[in-house]
Nanobody
Framework: QVQLVESGGGLVQPGGSLRLSCAAS????????MGWYRQSPGKQRDLVAA???????NYADSVKGRFTISRDNAKNTVTLQMNSLKPEDTAVYYC?????????????????WGQGTQVTCSS
């Protein structure tokens, strides 16, 4: 069983920083793309940042220059460093990963999601 567990959300004042972490565990053979998405009430879930296994990154325009995504392939973790936070960054943040895993003698590739962590930026 593969699962993603997030940590690091919370309440921060505008201009502050938060660091989100996500750890993947289970019968993992390989983790391909990893990313962070966010969803505000009444809105769709949107990509914030993503990173490939080789380290290539892409960001939503709204977070470029403020957020940094990184990963540790040895530890199966992905991190989102969020600086200069704004009230409009308030959302539930979800970790996402495309994982190849073993089940018996076979391998499967599937997209997994974390449970979400609340980030609130407010004075």
């Amino acid at each position: 069983q593969v699962q993603l567990v997030e940590s690091g959300g919370g309440l921060v004042q505008p201009g502050g920083s938060l660091r989100l972490s996500c750890a993947a565990s289970g019968s993992i053979f390989r983790i391909n793309r990893m990313g962070w998405y966010r969803q505000s009430p009444g809105k769709q879930r949107d990509l914030v940042a993503a990173i490939t296994s080789g380290g290539s990154t892409n960001y939503a325009d709204s977070v470029k220059g403020r957020f940094t995504i990184s990963r540790d392939n040895a530890k199966n973790t992905v991190t989102l460093q969020m600086n200069s936070l704004k009230p409009e960054d308030t959302a539930v943040y979800y970790c996402n990963a495309d994982i190849t895993y073993a089940r018996g003698p076979y391998y499967y590739t599937k997209t997994f999601w974390g449970q979400g962590t609340q980030v609130t930026c407010s004075s």
